[in-house]
């Protein structure tokens, strides 16, 4: 018995151990939060997604001028995906954000933090991302 349970202890020891060497030093740090029940960015400006982007495509359709009104919430040189956040390649070979397979985008009108007058925009093809 105490053979089987110091076994099993150190099983789980070196499991965790293994687990905790893999994950990387520093816990990652979403690229969007919360407030007001939407996803913002860094700034604190509403981040939108498109209907026209298919999700888990990792693509973006809005591209060219469409960028220039909704800037991509973009992501740093060796930025790393983790659970529901990843990065798509844009066609500018650029990285973006998207969540749960959505790319996120702010919309250029909105003027302060808490603003969300891009929802419902264009036929009701843009949204306030929410969590």
């Known amino acids: 018995m105490f053979r089987m349970t110091s076994l099993a202890l150190l099983s789980s020891t070196l499991l965790a151990a293994c687990a905790m060497s893999?994950?990387?030093?520093?816990?990652?740090?979403?690229?969007?939060?919360?407030?007001?029940?939407?996803?913002v960015g860094p700034n604190q400006m509403t981040l939108y997604v498109f209907d026209k982007d298919a999700a888990g495509?990792?693509?973006?359709?809005?591209?060219?001028?469409?960028?220039?009104?909704?800037?991509?919430?973009?992501?740093?040189?060796?930025?790393?995906?983790?659970?529901?956040?990843?990065?798509?390649?844009?066609?500018?070979?650029?990285?973006q954000w998207a969540y749960k397979g959505?790319?996120?985008?702010?919309?250029?009108?909105?003027?302060k933090p808490g603003d969300k007058t891009g929802d419902g925009f264009l036929n009701n093809a843009w949204h306030a991302a929410k969590p």
Not at 22 to 39: N, R
Not at 63 to 75: F, T, V
Not at 102 to 111: E, I, T
Request: proline share 7%; with cysteine.
């Open 22 to 39: 893999s994950a990387p030093s520093g816990a990652a740090k979403a690229p969007a939060t919360t407030m007001d029940g939407v996803l």
């Open 57 to 95: 495509s990792g693509k973006s359709v809005c591209n060219g001028g469409c960028a220039a009104n909704w800037p991509p919430l973009a992501a740093q040189k060796g930025a790393v995906a983790a659970a529901d956040w990843s990065v798509i390649t844009r066609d500018d070979g650029s990285a």
């Open 102 to 111: 959505r790319p996120l985008y702010y919309w250029v009108k909105d003027a």
